[in-house]
């Protein structure tokens, strides 16, 4: 018997149960006019090659997005799934990470940079130069005022302990890299991840 | 990890204890159950509550939680009086031989050195004696009193069953059937691996349980073996990564430390660091740790850092106490000390203990920075929820800034997972509106502050003038460029001992052992080298072949150290480099090709023979596993029972009517929030927070299919406990500690039981943790609200997982 389904699709059946994929196993493969409509929807996406952002199991995902990349043209991300090349995951993603794609686009998203003022109950849209200025000077009188080359001792310690900084475990280690060699380097040392807690 | 996730396969008994895969790390957990179905394995779990590992578990207990060390510390006396140890192993891979200084001693509680007014020890009797020959003394038939396995036995001789019993309220039967099944995995062929989490770091002892672990391991020869190991299971995906990367506040890059404030000398810091063997011929690898840094410096300050000015060592900032940890930080901020703080994808509001505390910390700011893909409750902490953050923005003065992050599917970069794999991934889709990456804020905030400098001047201005920035654009950093600069490169032509050059200038370094201490290399992270070649991006390899059957798949991403993925898997084999037993060959001595070979690239010198008699742990000075912790942790070499700082039972059994030894006499607690604890009169429940398998701390909340499956929040209360106090399923409770209180749905359970302390029945309440006051589920309570404001000894990580609440039916 020819088994007219494709290792992604067999997979993908694997994924809704036990039963499905053991079916599949014996030769009772989908229909090919259900499986080919899978097919159509996935055959025009980009396919980019990702890991689940949640938990440590480190989960292979491939995420589908529509869109060639080009200026002009809107990207989306439309269709998240296990990566069945992956050793640990082959092809697996659990409850927390079938809902990758809700997480993408939550309303909860931040989309500007915004600011509160003081007193304020209420969040002002302002740019990113706006921002960054207001508070790079935040940090430089901070700094200044507050930075300690010395002890009442003598010793050197060249060290920043009023502004501190929480990193996140969720990001890569680039930017862990550059949040550190940026970080230590203006001497602060109230500095942290989730690992702390 | 030591191990990693396919390899649980490999086991043959597997414990878990402190976590709950199966409900955190469901994919994950298929390895588990790889290894019951195809390895005759069984599970045990050993838990307060029944879990959903419990519920495909062979063998289960219910343990009190805060009480691990009381059951490990009974089980490794039980393995000695038995005499079931791997005894091959523990006399020749562990420091059971070596003997401790005479001045060593443990009495009511305490360790030898304690300062109560300083709630520290001196350490300086935790040490190994020293011989004539300036190499550790030995003791080969483990006969002497002074030797590190007499001691333990000495000290564990306390935890007897019914002790064990009295403190954990495991009964002395389930107890004796567990330890038996753990016992017979001594035999060499045989082994048991531990699964963790954060059921045992978030405890006032957290880092003693893990210790106690790593001990029963060592006793039972299963470190370094296929299906061995003390396997952390890590929490978010790249927790791992910014470990390894220092984030912290202590640490640089690869678990290289900043100074102390006393530390004034570059060669007396070096010198402290740079482990030489204290027993002969060992390789101690920490003995390279002045190449490791000097790179560091290289990477950060190029040409402005030579042997002259010490490689910039002043430019580092140096420690005045010992950690500001966030504990210390957010007390210092509750008491206004601190004008600014940052948090990048991070939501101390919701994750930090005592949440009020939290709060009042905040809105004494003057500038708060949010940088995160979702709108956080630490980023509207100031904005009045009703009862959800009761709070008078009017009377906040904290200028909040938010700035819109990329998430995973918007990001491109490297992240670490548990088994410590760096996995490649790439940007599917521009991140939303105007959303940037991390590296391109931190970039451009970098570069607009050292405008200001360059063109204001400014304090101390040496490292920031002077760091290395020669990304292609500069205020957008790419990952490719951050990845070759921490697996680091070749500043000049590296040469062997004949002179042939080895490393031209400007390539990628192959591997750590290419460092060198006199300026010639750079590399961000030591333990990365070997992430980004001259070959290329090895993190996004795809090779999935598994050449030896053991599930241990080297062509698949990259691992540190140097690809190897089972760490100090040299001890896989006996004194003589054979495999342990036939179904454990993993890495063993090749005598024809005068080589370590196997499944595994060896964590070992690759040509050094057995008969040179170097030992596994190629860290250690000694060579070999610690039984004895020696002056590594600040609360006792050996791990000691003490009771959460919030308890239901007033005692320590083990020293009762000690009152310096009910808790953790080393552990850290700021005065207010010491009267900030609850006594069980009042609050007479144990309670423990957790996730559940359909959300994931604060994040999935945001997602519509997770806030679906699970909308509400929910806390478990067993029958017995529902009954005393007249709850019904699917009642509203108010859940409350000395510090605050939550409102949930109960549901009535038979999964928590009460159990017998002594002569009282406690009860546990299960406090699930993912609600809050953003997102699309429905509203919820910040769970810390009620969670106590202290930390494990040594690393001050918040004993989430004990602490003491009332419930009141509302």
């Given at each position: 018997m020819s088994i007219n389904v494709t290792r992604r699709q067999f997979f993908k059946l694997g994924g809704a149960g036990l039963a499905s994929s053991s079916l599949a196993m014996m030769g009772f493969a989908p229909e090919p006019a259900e499986a080919s409509i899978r097919q159509f929807k996935l055959t025009h996406a980009k396919e980019t090659r990702n890991t689940c952002t949640y938990c440590s199991v480190g989960c292979g995902i491939l995420i589908y997005s529509k869109g060639d990349g080009s200026k002009n043209v809107e990207q989306n991300v439309f269709h998240i799934e296990g990566d069945p090349d992956h050793p640990v995951s082959r092809g697996s993603l659990c409850p927390k990470g079938a809902g990758l794609l809700d997480f993408v686009h939550s309303k909860g998203r931040l989309e500007y940079p915004q600011v509160r003022e003081a007193g304020s109950s209420e969040w002002t849209r302002i740019s990113w130069d706006e921002a960054l200025n207001r508070i790079a000077r935040h940090m430089k009188d901070d700094r200044d005022a507050n930075f300690v080359q010395r002890t009442a001792q003598g010793e050197t310690v060249n060290h920043w302990t009023t502004t501190g900084f929480l990193a996140a475990s969720g990001s890569s280690n680039e930017a862990g890299y550059i949040t550190h060699k940026v970080v230590r380097n203006l001497g602060m040392v109230a500095f942290d991840n989730q690992a702390r807690v | 990890m030591t191990n990693h996730w396919v390899d649980i396969r490999n086991a043959n008994l597997i414990l878990s204890m402190g976590g709950n895969s199966a409900e955190a790390h469901p994919v994950g957990f298929r390895w588990v159950t790889e290894a019951i179905e195809h390895n005759k394995a069984e599970l045990i779990t050993i838990d307060p509550r029944f879990t959903r590992t419990s519920a495909v578990a062979q063998d289960k207990a219910f343990i009190r939680t805060g009480t691990d060390i009381a059951f490990l510390g009974g089980l490794i006396s039980y393995l000695i009086e038995t005499d079931q140890i791997q005894r091959e192993y523990v006399l020749n891979y562990t420091d059971a031989a070596l003997i401790v200084r005479e001045d060593y001693g443990f009495e009511d509680g305490l360790f030898s050195g304690y300062d109560e007014s300083t709630r520290s020890y001196d350490k300086q009797s935790w040490m190994y004696e020293m011989g004539d020959d300036g190499f550790v003394r030995r003791d080969e038939s483990l006969q002497d009193p002074r030797c590190v396995y007499q001691l333990l036995r000495e000290h564990y001789s306390r935890y007897t069953p019914d002790m064990v019993s009295s403190i954990t309220g495991i009964t002395v039967d389930d107890i004796q059937r567990i330890w038996k099944k753990i016992a017979a995995m001594a035999v060499p062929g045989k082994t048991m691996t531990i699964l963790y989490a954060l059921g045992w770091t978030q405890h006032s002892t957290g880092s003693q349980i893990i210790r106690n672990a790593a001990m029963v391991q060592l006793l039972l020869g299963n470190m370094g073996m296929p299906g061995g190991g003390v396997n952390a299971l890590r929490g978010h995906s790249n927790i791992q990564g910014l470990t390894d990367l220092g984030l912290l506040s202590q640490l640089l890059p690869g678990y290289m430390t900043l100074a102390n404030a006393k530390e004034q000398d570059y060669r007396a810091y070096i010198d402290k660091r740079t482990k030489q063997p204290t027993v002969e011929g060992q390789v101690s690898y920490w003995k390279n740790y002045e190449k490791f840094h000097v790179s560091l410096m290289k990477a950060w300050y190029g040409d402005a850092a030579n042997e002259g000015n010490n490689w910039c060592f002043d430019w580092l900032p140096k420690l005045e106490r010992p950690l500001y940890d966030i504990l210390d930080t957010f007390e210092r901020m509750s008491k206004g000390e601190l004008n600014g703080y940052f948090c990048q994808g991070f939501n101390p509001l919701a994750s930090f203990p005592d949440r009020a505390k939290v709060t009042r910390a905040l809105s004494s700011l003057k500038y708060l920075v949010v940088m995160d893909p979702l709108n956080t409750e630490t980023s509207e902490f100031w904005r009045n929820y009703g009862e959800y953050n009761d709070v008078d923005s009017s009377q906040i003065d904290t200028e909040v800034f938010r700035l819109p992050t990329c998430c995973f599917a918007e990001d491109e970069g490297s992240i670490v997972n548990s088994a410590r794999w760096l996995q490649w991934h790439w940007s599917a889709a521009p991140p939303p509106g105007d959303a940037r990456p991390d590296t391109r804020i931190m970039g451009e905030l970098f570069l607009k502050l050292k405008r200001l400098y360059q063109e204001e001047g400014g304090v101390f201005a040496d490292p920031i003038l002077n760091l290395t920035w020669d990304y292609r654009i500069p205020d957008d950093p790419k990952a490719d460029e951050l990845a070759r600069e921490f697996n680091g490169r070749a500043l000049e032509d590296l040469t062997d001992e004949q002179g042939n050059v080895t490393r031209r200038a400007g390539e990628q370094l192959a591997g750590f052992a290419e460092l060198t201490a006199d300026g010639r290399t750079a590399a961000g992270c030591w333990i990365f080298t070997g992430c980004w070649t001259e070959a290329g991006n090895?993190?996004?390899?795809?090779?999935?072949?598994?050449p030896y059957g053991t599930g241990n798949t080297l062509g698949w991403a990259w691992a540190w150290p140097m690809n190897r993925r089972i760490l100090y898997n040299r001890a896989s084999a006996d004194v003589q480099g054979r495999p342990w037993g036939p179904d454990k060959a993993f890495v063993w001595w090749d005598g024809e090709q005068g080589a370590w070979v196997g499944a595994d690239v060896p964590d070992f010198p690759t040509n050094s023979p057995p008969s040179q008699g170097q030992m596994p742990f190629i860290m250690q000075p000694e060579g070999v596993g610690h039984l004895f912790a020696g002056q590594s942790m600040v609360d006792g070499p050996f791990p000691e029972h003490y009771e959460p700082f919030e308890s239901p039972v007033s005692q320590n059994l083990l020293h009762p009517g000690k009152e310096k030894a009910r808790n953790n006499p080393a552990a850290r607690i700021f005065d207010e929030d010491r009267e900030a604890l609850g006594k069980p009169e009042e609050f007479p429940h144990a309670a423990t927070t957790y996730r559940l398998t359909e959300h994931f701390h604060f994040w999935t909340k945001h997602a519509e299919l997770n806030a679906i499956v699970q909308p509400q929040q929910f806390v478990e209360i067993g029958e017995a406990l529902a009954d005393e106090i007249g709850i019904a399923a699917g009642d509203w409770v108010k859940v409350s500690s000395k510090r605050g209180f939550i409102k949930a749905v109960a549901v009535v359970t038979k999964r928590l039981r009460p159990m017998m302390i002594g002569d009282k029945q406690v009860h546990h309440v299960g406090i699930p943790l993912h609600w809050g006051f953003?997102?699309?589920a429905k509203k919820g309570y910040l769970v810390n609200a009620l969670t106590p404001f202290v930390g494990d000894a040594n690393t001050q990580t918040p004993e989430y997982k004990s602490f003491t609440v009332r419930v009141d039916k509302v």
């Open positions: - | 090895q993190m996004a390899n795809r090779d999935n072949s598994d953003t997102g699309v």
